[in-house]
């Protein structure tokens, strides 16, 4: 009889990105505990499975800087000098919480409210000011197997999913069939409206080449041009009137039409109003036919963290507790402006990369104070923390609940033992947690 | 040869995400993420070979990086770097009271540096560390 | 007018909130009970005192002036909900001076930070310099801003400012933003507030106006596609019934909010 060498897992959830997909197989070398193949991932969802298994690049034991180099501490010794930082900042941030499960995610808003710091995830820099929109105009808005089994009509606006949610074509919106879209990709027009003839754009039905931070006027064009107005301009954002007027035609004449948007919208100029006004055009288009709008969220988990720090503190994103209770403030407590002015005297960074992520100056000063990393393997940021904390991978090395884009909580799955002394990130925060009670004297 | 009166736009590619989960303090992550990629009709203008690094200047830094000729083109007028340390030297750090800092959009000049040195990610990140 | 003097003492290293900083908290106190205020700064509280030496009287309410001298740009919420009485801040003044006001009067000889005169309900905010973002703007998740009142800066205001704002006829109020010039999305969902520019705007002004009048004595680079070109006029009704003389173009608009509408920008010839 042969011995079957690995074990092999089905239904794996993918942490990488938004998209979340749940069909993944993973054959793991239960002796050596390594991954050994990955099937039906992405390119980019298949590299974080390998990247687990041991390698330079991995983190094992807690690690403490001194004189400009790292030495190896046991568990108990970094929990006390961690908490100890954090206790005594008057203004400490904790950040990231995006590339991590909800239990993780809970245990940070605890300790950020222990400490009395500024909490906040990474849509603070990506999809935040989609959070902005949907708190003054509300989100019409559905799931991706709706949309697979029922849009005819598929808008991809300031995104490029071919390369940053590589299968969310082949499984919600594009080449897949669906109840109602038995022809797949030939039941579908596609639209993509970008600065750049993007690869997404290369295989869509329209492509519109808006100029650069002008999306926002093509949209109020195309609602005043719904609403039966006809506008003065010849062209708008580098889009003639006829081709204007010929993409509002289509979208009123579908049958389920919508409209995915990434950074391309929130991260141009006009920022949330940029969502604003498409969320405004997606209910107004209501008016004639049926229309949603989805954002293409990043990090496998951030819709979970705003979810979890909504359902703890009332809100999603940039937090702070300096008061003793939440108060929300994009732009006054957001990670980036507040290490812009050099508000903050510590930070914990959980689950994410600022180093690499935010603007230099903003680096730059958050390298001025203590950080405490919380983090699987080298990054830009742990390379420059005082202390580091070695996580298991969520996903991978230990269970968890992650939010997909579209709100759809999914479970996720453990394949492998973590290595080494690494400790799940909520078991981490949980340690840190009670050394900060200790310490404050609660 | 210069260009100016770019615009800069960042964001993600498959190769960038690819690399950033093998180790973002790699070679791979350089050749992914510390490039610059120019409209083929714009790249004639540099008049230098595909690789060669280019000195990007905006309003908010500067940064040395590799030059490569789009495969999502044409785009005229418009230049793109990945997301990542070496985009975050020259982006808007404002947010105009949002949060989210201006990464795209960000008006732009490009000038060849044959000779210019492309930092890795930890050498450009430890340069914002100086005392 | 009984007066009482605030000088700062240092800066402070983390932003220092002083909502308590007003004529109605003020009012029938002596300076050494004033010096006892907390104030926050970090996850900290302190004494008023250890960051403002502090003088002076104090009255009622309606006679009460604080004078504060000093870079309070790391300072917020001076002045915070008053309902009467003045404030004079003789320097650069932090995040949310004045907002939801109700009466009194605010002057900030310097630059004023973001959210000044953020949901006013009254009073006067007046700012002898520039102003950040969102001023006389609602806060995030309202869909009422500034309701009344009066903001004047003589420079600059920053993006989204007068946010929401809210006017009501039956009621008799009538928000106004008098400006130097602005930045962005000036009037932005715009339900009614009255803006005058001296000078020259930005771009999106009017953005997802419902109705509501702009008047804007400079230039501005293109309107929004939504407005259309009325005509000329010479003569503008605001919605308080004062009278602006002078050649302007009217546009109407937001067109993508209403097909036919009230709202209004005015743009000098």
Same mark, same amino acid.
């Given at each position: 009889?042969?011995?079957?060498?690995?074990?092999?897992?089905?239904?794996?959830?993918?942490?990488?990105?938004?998209?979340?997909?749940?069909?993944?197989?993973?054959?793991?070398?239960?002796?050596?505990?390594?991954?050994?193949?990955?099937?039906?991932?992405?390119?980019?969802?298949?590299?974080?499975?390998?990247?687990?298994?041991?390698?330079?690049?991995?983190?094992?034991?807690?690690?403490?800087?001194?004189?400009?180099?790292?030495?190896?501490?046991?568990?108990?010794?970094?929990?006390?000098?961690?908490?100890?930082?954090?206790?005594?900042?008057?203004?400490?941030?904790?950040?990231?919480?995006?590339?991590?499960?909800?239990?993780?995610?809970?245990?940070?808003?605890?300790?950020?409210?222990?400490?009395?710091?500024?909490?906040?995830?990474?849509?603070?820099?990506?999809?935040?000011?989609?959070?902005?929109?949907?708190?003054?105009?509300?989100?019409?808005?559905?799931?991706?197997?709706?949309?697979?089994?029922?849009?005819?009509?598929?808008?991809?606006?300031?995104?490029?999913?071919?390369?940053?949610?590589?299968?969310?074509?082949?499984?919600?919106?594009?080449?897949?069939?669906?109840?109602?879209?038995?022809?797949?990709?030939? @039941?579908?027009?596609?639209?993509?409206?970008?600065?750049?003839?993007?690869?997404?754009?290369?295989?869509?039905?329209?492509?519109?080449?808006?100029?650069?931070?002008?999306?926002?006027?093509?949209?109020?064009?195309?609602?005043?041009?719904?609403?039966?107005?006809?506008?003065?301009?010849?062209?708008?954002?580098?889009?003639?009137?006829?081709?204007?007027?010929?993409?509002?035609?289509?979208?009123?004449?579908?049958?389920?039409?919508?409209?995915?948007?990434?950074?391309?919208?929130?991260?141009?100029?006009?920022?949330?109003?940029?969502?604003?006004?498409?969320?405004?055009?997606?209910?107004?288009?209501?008016?004639?036919?049926?229309?949603?709008?989805?954002?293409?969220?990043?990090?496998?988990?951030?819709?979970?963290?705003?979810?979890?720090?909504?359902?703890?503190?009332?809100?999603?994103?940039?937090? @702070?507790?300096?008061?003793?209770?939440?108060?929300?403030?994009?732009?006054?407590?957001?990670?980036?402006?507040?290490?812009?002015? @050099?508000?903050?005297?510590?930070?914990?960074?959980?689950?994410?990369?600022?180093?690499?992520?935010?603007?230099?100056?903003?680096?730059?000063?958050?390298?001025?104070?203590?950080?405490?990393?919380?983090?699987?393997?080298?990054?830009?940021?742990?390379?420059?923390?005082?202390?580091?904390?070695?996580?298991?991978?969520?996903?991978?090395?230990?269970?968890?609940?992650?939010?997909?884009?579209?709100?759809?909580?999914?479970?996720?799955?453990?394949?492998?033992?973590?290595?080494?002394?690494?400790?799940? @990130?909520?078991?981490?925060?949980?340690?840190?947690?009670?050394?900060?009670?200790?310490?404050?004297?609660? | 040869?210069?260009?100016?009166?770019?615009?800069?736009?960042?964001?993600?590619?498959?190769?960038?995400?690819?690399?950033? #989960?093998?180790?973002?303090?790699?070679?791979?992550?350089?050749?992914?993420?510390?490039?610059?990629?120019?409209?083929?009709?714009?790249?004639?203008?540099?008049?230098?070979?595909?690789?060669?690094?280019?000195?990007?200047?905006?309003?908010?830094? #500067?940064?040395?990086?590799?030059?490569?000729?789009? #495969?999502?083109?044409?785009?005229?007028?418009?230049?793109?770097?990945?997301?990542?340390?070496?985009?975050?030297?020259?982006?808007?750090?404002?947010?105009?009271?949002?949060?989210?800092?201006?990464?795209?959009?960000?008006?732009?000049?490009?000038?060849?540096?044959?000779?210019?040195?492309?930092?890795?990610?930890?050498?450009?990140?430890?340069?914002?560390? #100086?005392? | 007018?009984?007066?009482?003097?605030?000088?700062?003492?240092?800066?402070?290293?983390?932003?220092?909130?002083?909502?308590?900083?007003?004529?109605?908290?003020?009012?029938?106190?002596?300076?050494?009970?004033?010096?006892?205020?907390?104030?926050?700064?970090?996850?900290?509280?302190?004494?008023?005192?250890?960051?403002?030496?502090?003088?002076?009287?104090?009255?009622?309410?309606?006679?009460?002036?604080?004078?504060?001298?000093?870079?309070?740009?790391?300072?917020?919420?001076?002045?915070?909900?008053?309902?009467?009485?003045?404030?004079?801040?003789?320097?650069?003044?932090?995040?949310?001076?004045?907002?939801?006001?109700?009466?009194?009067?605010?002057?900030?000889?310097?630059?004023?930070?973001?959210?000044?005169?953020?949901?006013?309900?009254?009073?006067?905010?007046?700012?002898?310099?520039?102003?950040?973002?969102?001023?006389?703007?609602?806060?995030?998740?309202?869909?009422?801003?500034?309701?009344?009142?009066?903001?004047?800066?003589?420079?600059?205001?920053?993006?989204?400012?007068?946010?929401?704002?809210?006017?009501?006829?039956?009621?008799?109020?009538?928000?106004?933003?008098?400006?130097?010039?602005?930045?962005?999305?000036?009037?932005?969902?715009?339900?009614?507030?009255?803006?005058?520019?001296?000078?020259?705007?930005?771009?999106?002004?009017?953005?997802?106006?419902?109705?509501?009048?702009?008047?804007?004595?400079?230039?501005?680079?293109?309107?929004?596609?939504?407005?259309?070109?009325?005509?000329?006029?010479?003569?503008?009704?605001?919605?308080?019934?004062?009278?602006?003389?002078?050649?302007?173009?009217?546009?109407?608009?937001?067109?993508?909010?209403?097909?036919?509408?009230?709202?209004?920008?005015?743009?000098?010839?």
């Amino acid at each position: 009889m042969v011995e079957k060498k690995y074990k092999t897992f089905y239904d794996v959830i993918c942490p990488f990105c938004g998209t979340l997909c749940d069909d993944l197989e993973i054959d793991v070398d239960e002796k050596a505990q390594e991954v050994v193949e990955v099937r039906n991932g992405c390119q980019i969802g298949t590299r974080k499975f390998f990247s687990s298994n041991p390698s330079g690049h991995r983190y094992m034991t807690p690690l403490i800087r001194e004189n400009g180099s790292y030495k190896e501490i046991s568990w108990d010794e970094a929990i006390d000098k961690a908490a100890d930082i954090l206790a005594k900042a008057k203004r400490p941030l904790l950040y990231g919480f995006a590339s991590t499960e909800c239990e993780a995610q809970s245990k940070g808003v605890e300790l950020a409210e222990i400490l009395g710091g500024i909490l906040d995830n990474t849509a603070s820099v990506c999809h935040g000011p989609t959070l902005l929109a949907e708190q003054d105009v509300g989100v019409p808005t559905s799931t991706l197997g709706e949309y697979k089994n029922r849009a005819d009509l598929v808008i991809f606006w300031g995104c490029n999913p071919v390369h940053a949610h590589p299968r969310h074509l082949g499984r919600y919106s594009d080449f897949v069939r669906g109840y109602f879209r038995q022809d797949g990709r030939n @039941d579908r027009y596609i639209i993509v409206v970008d600065p750049r003839n993007t690869n997404t754009a290369q295989i869509a039905d329209l492509y519109i080449k808006v100029n650069p931070n002008e999306d926002y006027e093509l949209m109020n064009a195309i609602r005043a041009t719904l609403r039966g107005v006809e506008i003065d301009q010849k062209e708008v954002a580098g889009v003639k009137k006829e081709d204007l007027i010929k993409v509002t035609n289509i979208m009123k004449e579908s049958n389920y039409g919508v409209i995915f948007f990434g950074m391309g919208l929130t991260q141009s100029i006009s920022h949330h109003r940029n969502i604003d006004t498409a969320v405004c055009l997606t209910r107004e288009l209501n008016d004639h036919t049926k229309f949603s709008i989805t954002p293409m969220r990043g990090h496998y988990n951030i819709t979970g963290s705003n979810t979890v720090f909504t359902w703890n503190t009332g809100y999603a994103y940039s937090i @702070d507790f300096s008061r003793g209770y939440p108060r929300y403030n994009p732009g006054e407590f957001s990670a980036v402006d507040v290490l812009l002015r @050099d508000e903050i005297d510590a930070s914990l960074i959980v689950a994410s990369d600022p180093a690499s992520n935010f603007p230099a100056a903003a680096v730059r000063n958050m390298f001025k104070h203590p950080i405490i990393s919380i983090e699987p393997h080298h990054t830009p940021t742990s390379v420059n923390a005082d202390i580091i904390l070695p996580a298991a991978f969520a996903g991978i090395e230990t269970e968890g609940t992650a939010y997909r884009m579209d709100h759809v909580p999914l479970r996720l799955r453990k394949v492998k033992n973590p290595p080494g002394e690494t400790l799940p @990130d909520r078991e981490i925060l949980e340690k840190l947690i009670e050394k900060v009670k200790e310490k404050k004297g609660e | 040869m210069s260009l100016n009166d770019l615009i800069l736009i960042t964001g993600r590619t498959i190769n960038q995400g690819v690399a950033l #989960e093998g180790g973002k303090n790699t070679r791979e992550n350089v050749r992914a993420a510390g490039i610059c990629t120019f409209d083929k009709d714009d790249f004639i203008k540099l008049n230098c070979l595909a690789g060669t690094p280019v000195k990007v200047t905006t309003d908010y830094g #500067e940064v040395i990086v590799y030059s490569t000729i789009s #495969e999502e083109g044409p785009h005229p007028g418009i230049i793109f770097i990945p997301m990542g340390p070496w985009a975050n030297q020259i982006v808007n750090p404002d947010s105009q009271s949002t949060g989210t800092p201006t990464f795209k959009g960000i008006k732009a000049k490009v000038e060849v540096v044959k000779n210019g040195k492309v930092l890795d990610a930890v050498q450009l990140i430890s340069k914002l560390k #100086e005392a | 007018m009984a007066e009482i003097k605030l000088k700062l003492k240092e800066q402070p290293r983390f932003p220092l909130e002083a909502e308590v900083i007003t004529p109605d908290n003020f009012a029938t106190k002596t300076a050494a009970q004033i010096k006892k205020l907390e104030l926050f700064h970090g996850n900290e509280i302190v004494k008023l005192g250890d960051f403002f030496e502090v003088s002076g009287k104090s009255n009622d309410v309606k006679d009460t002036k604080i004078v504060i001298e000093g870079d309070l740009s790391n300072v917020k919420r001076i002045g915070e909900k008053m309902t009467g009485g003045e404030i004079i801040i003789d320097g650069d003044i932090g995040m949310h001076v004045g907002n939801q006001m109700k009466g009194g009067k605010i002057t900030v000889n310097g630059n004023a930070g973001d959210w000044a005169g953020a949901m006013l309900k009254g009073g006067e905010l007046e700012i002898n310099g520039d102003a950040g973002n969102y001023i006389g703007a609602a806060y995030r998740g309202f869909w009422i801003g500034m309701e009344n009142g009066v903001i004047k800066v003589k420079g600059k205001v920053g993006r989204e400012s007068m946010l929401w704002a809210r006017s009501s006829k039956g009621a008799n109020k009538f928000p106004l933003l008098k400006c130097g010039s602005a930045e962005s999305f000036l009037g932005m969902h715009n339900h009614g507030g009255t803006i005058i520019v001296e000078g020259d705007v930005n771009l999106y002004t009017g953005a997802d106006q419902a109705w509501g009048q702009i008047i804007i004595k400079g230039k501005a680079p293109r309107l929004l596609p939504s407005y259309k070109k009325m005509g000329e006029i010479s003569e503008i009704e605001l919605a308080n019934g004062e009278k602006i003389t002078g050649k302007f173009i009217e546009y109407s608009g937001d067109h993508s909010v209403k097909k036919e509408t009230n709202g209004r920008i005015y743009i000098a010839n």
